[in-house]
């Protein structure tokens, strides 16, 4: 098989010039990202201060906050509804910049499930996330959504983290949760696996690439 891998867009149209393709892989990250830099500042802010809980949406008020979503969340479906159009499977996983809904952030708006109706009607997108899907020769594993280490792997992260520790038991058990269902799909495996994940390949030898901008 022939796999066409393209991800990271973040509202941008990829200039798709290959063909005979017989499926599209796509890890994630299809919303623009207007709010990155709002979402920087306040991550920089929380960082500096512990007691600081400054959200992103301070900075530009809920109204236009809004607004910028809505954008966003359309640029992705504008990308989703792309790749669909080339009529062979598209296996993709949500991005850490999918709006799929925050349980424990204080504005309803950012509560409710946006990435849901966004892959709506898209007969060859497949959501692979926390799934095993046949593909043909091969069977696909999708791990979404996050875009660093589960469990904080940086010294200086990790103390914060300890400094809170109910905090700290909830965040080992998600990802002691997570680990034990991907371990579970790899064991269910028949054929060779494409694990798919989001997340960045932490410490790795294909670790390249440094965000500047990012406050980490």
């Known amino acids: 098989m022939k796999y066409l891998i ?7 149209k990829p200039n798709i010039y290959f063909d005979g393709f ?53 640029d992705g479906r504008k990308i989703l509804e792309f790749l669909n159009s080339f009529d062979v499977p598209v ?3 949500p991005g850490n910049w999918e709006w799929i809904g925050e349980k424990d952030s204080d504005w309803d708006f950012l509560r409710k499930d946006r990435y849901t109706p966004m892959i709506e009607g898209l007969e060859n997108v497949v959501d692979v996330h926390h799934r095993i899907v046949d593909a043909g020769e091969h ?3 999708g791990h979404g ?5 589960e469990f904080p792997q940086h010294k200086e992260e990790l ?3 300890k400094k809170d520790p109910k905090k700290f038991k909830q965040k080992k058990a998600d990802y002691e949760r ?39």
Request: net charge positive; charged share 25%.
């Open 6 to 12: 393209v991800g990271d867009l973040h509202g941008n």
């Open 22 to 74: 017989d499926a599209i892989i796509a890890p994630g990250d299809f919303c623009s990202d207007a709010t990155r830099k709002d979402m920087f500042e306040a991550l920089r802010q929380n960082l500096q201060n512990p007691g600081s809980k400054v959200n992103w949406y301070d900075f530009v008020g809920k109204t236009k906050a809004r607004q910028m979503v809505l954008k966003s969340i359309a």
């Open 91 to 93: 296996y993709m996983v």
């Open 139 to 141: 069977q696909i594993i």
């Open 145 to 149: 959504i996050t875009s660093g280490p």
């Open 159 to 161: 103390e914060r983290l």
């Open 178 to 216: 997570q680990m034990k269902k991907v371990d579970s799909l790899f064991r269910r495996a028949r054929k060779p696996v494409i694990f798919m994940p989001h997340n960045v390949p932490f410490n790795t030898p294909i670790d390249k690439i440094t965000n500047k901008d990012s406050p980490r």
